[in-house]
């Protein structure tokens, strides 16, 4: 059973653009959403997390849009450059849970 | 990452020997996990600590088992390896939720079963 579905799996997009990668959460207890990006060899570092309290935060060119009557949230990158390539992952956790990951998405932006 | 570190980063090991990677920790969190990660399958948790001497499993804990005897060491061991436990080990640190809540991840151990 998955908990968080993550999609795209993979994406391209041109040096600029803005991309949008999206998840899906079943557990309604969930209070705790953030995005992670790793690149290759590395581990995962957290990026942005939002609190279902919240519609939707932006940090710098990243933004989570969280609606949490579909239970879906997702991370757009604005004006988006060949160094943030890389794999994103969603994730989710009620309280102190363990969090629970997507699948992730690797994205490639091209110049 | 700074606060974490994982040992060994690479280690090749024969199937059937036991194995252990260590995670050691000195942001003094109480919550500390180690997650696999396999193409396909994202980050699974294999087993999680919520304290000194206070563990539990995760989805894919069959074969693994841990310790924690001081709050900033947390051992994976492999009783038995096998194949199938050919992956990428990482561990985290969670900040409280009055400081983010937010992981903080090793930069893995990259395991290899022949």
């Known amino acids: 059973q998955q908990q968080v579905k993550q999609s795209p799996q993979s994406l391209i997009v041109q040096k600029g653009g803005i991309p949008i990668i999206n998840c899906a959460y079943e557990?309604?207890?969930?209070?705790?959403f953030p995005w992670y990006q790793q690149f290759p060899g590395k581990g995962p570092a957290l990026l942005i997390a939002i609190r279902p309290d919240v519609s939707e935060k932006k940090e710098g060119r990243f933004t989570i849009s969280f609606n949490k009557s579909a239970k879906q949230f997702s991370l757009h990158i604005m004006d988006s450059q060949p160094g943030d390539s890389a794999t994103y992952f969603c994730a989710a956790s009620r309280g102190n849970t363990p969090l629970v990951f997507g699948k992730g998405t690797r994205l490639s932006v091209i110049a | 990452d700074a606060g974490i570190t994982q040992s060994p980063r690479h280690k090749v090991t024969e199937t059937g020997t036991p194995v252990t990677l260590r995670c050691h920790q000195t942001e003094n969190h109480r919550y500390m996990y180690w997650y696999r990660q396999d193409p396909g399958h994202g980050l699974r948790l294999i087993h999680y600590?919520?304290?000194?001497?206070?563990?539990d499993k995760g989805e894919v804990s069959d074969g693994y088992s841990v310790s924690r005897s001081k709050t900033e060491d947390f051992l994976l061991t492999l009783e038995s390896a096998t194949s199938s436990q050919t992956s990428v080990y990482f561990c985290?640190?969670?900040?409280?939720?009055?400081?983010?809540?937010?992981?903080?991840f090793g930069s893995g151990t990259r395991l290899t079963v022949v």
């Open positions: 557990n309604t207890a969930f209070d705790y």
């Open positions: 985290a640190i969670r900040a409280p939720q009055g400081k983010g809540h937010g992981y903080t």
């Open positions: 600590s919520y304290g000194v001497k206070d563990t």
